[in-house]
């Protein structure tokens, strides 16, 4: 990793943004994109929540050695690995999965903040994947246990329907895709030709490996996870115009999930969730490809049903990593809700959508995802991620381990803080889109402008935007009005505006833009409830987007909320949580600001005890309610004595669970 490296990598900067967009010029969008993202180098974020995530996430990513990620390579290649494994799944069935999301991370953090230590990254880990796809000789190149052997049985047709556990494998082409997903990144963000020689090759050796394989023998084998295979073959063509990736793409079709959703119908109870997510990302893209409509339909559908039907308040969905029916989720009030990785990929599936027809709907739901479910997971002490974020009441957070855990919502989680500036803003032709107030930057170099938004949301109701150019721009600018919002106010250079739209819709100040104008918007939040659906009684609190948590402090919580294992602590008991007693009217009047940002307190409202409310973002190493148990007074007059007596035994069983979990201390375990 020499000087030279760092130097070319930072004429890099320049050019990558051609690439960002991943379509060669002579591959042609099947889709005209009315919105499209900028380049990650062109958003740079100011002081703030997300701004402090993602330096924390920084922070430990220059923490890990490559060398470790990179050892099973080695070793499967048959060279000697430089250092030993990492612990957790990167020792087990699904080694590898992590250095594609390494390198992705790596890649957008070199955009997002031009610290060459990442490109170094970057090219040491190709340098390196480079080297031991060389020693495998035929394009092949990954960490999986037994990989050769399996993929042997797959090129002669002998297909599991299932998994591949008997070889020690879990899932081998969602662990390929993760690795094409970083090779991809690497060489779109930052220039690296040698990723895309070596992704191109092992693409190669992909279609070598199944063109004997019979579409039944195709369906079959995509019954086993194959995460995003479809969307990389699919950015593979984009970027090479080779048609072989194209077709490659198309036969990852999973009929038995996709053909349902194409025909519009729902049929996704009891599937695992995030199997599902990255499918219709890649039917998204081969949409855009393609331009066949089958796809949209596929990708919209999903979404729909996704992320309006099937989702909690935070933005999360599943239990237990699967969909369930939509009439119950008051029975997955639970700690094995909400796998990180399933909000990772729905916000890049509402990506697409945007920028297909943009629509303040896709925002509100990106919005409430980012800010209550992917910030919410990432612990401020140490930059650790939550897998299952627990909506269980009375329950708590679960994080991973720096070095012996590695699952599959950390290596999502070391991408999602390299994200925050992906969806902030969005351009057309003559158009910018204001989607989310966050402080940031935009550099927009073809108008030769510099548009800075300044702000505190959502401790505070307000933000600035402020345009810098060496021209006058005639431009459309559209501010996202949220669904939450019940008025917006625009000032243009101290004069208030007239505007027209409603909440749910974007409000359009189209203009010739000068230095120095400035744009002040006010967005007044309000406290909300939002019940659990398919339930009355069951209410989750929102002020404007932001979901309020109940603080309930750290009784009975384990000493150490850190795991290898995922799962550790998802029978772990939860405490009793205070039952609201009120008229549904009557309710919000109960809750009433403590002075505090974003903090407010129940007086009345809760038994045994009140509460006090912050941003579930914010609640970190404690106990916590999102959704409450509600009751009118008469109600909670009949069912008092039933409901203290459950509260008695949550306690005695918390207690027994404690003393259990202090004595396999002491022992040892």
Same mark, same amino acid.
């Given at each position: ?24 010029? =002579?591959?042609?969008?099947?889709? =005209? ?26 922070? &430990? ?13 080695? !070793? ?24 594609? /999301? ?17 490109? +170094? ?13 060389? @020693?495998?000789? +035929? ?41 094409? #997903?970083?090779?991809?990144? @690497? ?28 579409? !039944? *023998? ?10 995003? $295979? ?22 990852? &079709? ?25 499918? !219709? ?70 990506? /697409? ?18 800010? +209550? ?15 299952? $974020? ?8 679960? &994080? ?22 992906? #969806? ?37 109701? !307000?933000?600035?935007?402020?345009? *810098? ?36 819709? &974007? ?52 000493? =150490? ?100 979990? #202090? ?7």
């Amino acid at each position: 990793m020499t000087g030279k490296r760092i130097k070319l990598g930072l004429s890099i900067l320049g050019m990558v943004a051609m690439l960002a967009g991943g379509v060669r010029a =002579d591959v042609k969008m099947a889709v =005209d994109l009315p919105a499209q993202e900028f380049a990650p180098q062109d958003v740079r974020l100011l002081d703030g929540p997300f701004k402090d995530a993602m330096e924390r996430d920084a922070h &430990y990513l220059l923490g890990l050695e490559p060398d470790r990620l990179l050892s099973g390579f080695r !070793t499967e290649a048959g060279l000697p690995p430089k250092a030993g494994k990492y612990g957790g799944w990167e020792s087990q069935g699904i080694a590898g999965h992590t250095l594609g /999301h390494y390198l992705s991370a790596c890649a957008r953090m070199y955009q997002d903040t031009g610290n060459p230590e990442f490109l +170094n990254r970057v090219s040491y880990v190709v340098d390196q994947l480079a080297e031991c796809q060389k @020693a495998n000789g +035929n394009g092949y190149v990954a960490a999986i246990p037994n990989g050769k052997a399996i993929f042997a049985e797959v090129a002669r047709g002998e297909i599991r329907s299932q998994d591949f556990n008997l070889d020690g494998a879990w899932v081998p082409w969602y662990t390929i895709h993760k690795e094409f #997903a970083g090779l991809i990144d @690497a060489y779109r963000f930052c220039g690296d030709a040698k990723a895309l020689a070596v992704a191109t090759n092992f693409a190669d050796w992909v279609s070598a490996t199944t063109q004997n394989l019979t579409d !039944t *023998q195709w369906q079959k084998m995509l019954v086993c996870e194959q995460g995003g $295979m479809n969307e990389a073959m699919a950015n593979l063509y984009a970027l090479t115009g080779n048609t072989n990736y194209l077709n490659l793409a198309e036969k990852f &079709y999973h009929r038995a999930v996709m053909d349902p959703l194409a025909r519009g119908d729902d049929l996704l109870d009891g599937l695992h969730s995030n199997m599902q997510i990255p499918k !219709t990302i890649g039917a998204a893209r081969l949409y855009e490809l393609t331009g066949q409509p089958r796809y949209a339909d596929i990708a919209k559908f999903f979404w729909d049903r996704v992320a309006l039907h099937r989702s909690y308040v935070i933005g999360g969905n599943g239990d237990s990593e699967h969909f369930f029916p939509v009439s119950n989720f008051a029975r997955h009030l639970d700690a094995a809700t909400c796998e990180t990785c399933c909000t990772y990929n729905m916000l890049k599936l509402t990506l /697409h959508l945007f920028e297909w027809s943009p629509s303040a709907a896709e925002m509100d739901f990106y919005e409430r995802a980012l800010y +209550n479910d992917i910030l919410a997971s990432q612990d401020p002490d140490t930059g650790m991620f939550v897998y299952l $974020m627990s909506l269980q009441p009375g329950g708590f957070k679960t &994080y991973s381990t720096p070095q012996d855990s590695f699952w599959c919502c950390v290596g999502s989680g070391m991408e999602n803080h390299s994200r925050y500036g992906q #969806a902030i803003y969005l351009r057309g032709d003559d158009s910018l889109y204001v989607n989310l107030f966050i402080a940031s930057e935009l550099s927009w170099p073809d108008k030769g402008l510099v548009v800075r938004q300044e702000t505190k949301f959502p401790d505070q109701d !307000t933000t600035r935007v402020t345009f *810098q150019c060496r021209q006058p721009v005639k431009l459309a600018l559209k501010i996202r009005w949220p669904s939450w919002a019940e008025t917006l106010s625009v000032r243009v250079n101290g004069w208030k505006q007239k505007i027209s739209g409603t909440p749910g819709s &974007y409000v359009t100040i189209d203009r010739v833009w000068s230095e120095g104008d400035h744009v002040e918007v006010r967005l007044p939040m309000k406290l909300h409830l939002e019940p659990l659906p398919g339930t009355k009684d069951m209410v989750a609190v929102l002020y404007g987007p932001i979901v309020l948590a109940g603080e309930l402090g750290t009784n009975g919580m384990p000493a =150490d909320p850190y795991a290898q294992d995922q799962t550790k602590f998802v029978r772990w008991p939860a405490v009793p949580v205070p039952v609201w007693v009120a008229d549904e009217s009557s309710l919000l009047k109960h809750i009433r600001p403590t002075g505090q940002p974003l903090t407010f307190r129940t007086k009345n409202l809760g038994h045994p005890d009140d509460v006090t409310l912050v941003p579930f973002y914010r609640v970190t190493h404690q106990r916590y309610t999102v959704y409450w148990h509600v009751l009118s007074p008469s109600a909670w007059r009949l069912q008092e004595a039933e409901i203290k007596h459950q509260w008695d035994q949550e306690s005695a069983r918390l207690a027994v669970w404690e003393n259990k979990a #202090a004595a396999d201390t002491k022992a040892g375990k």
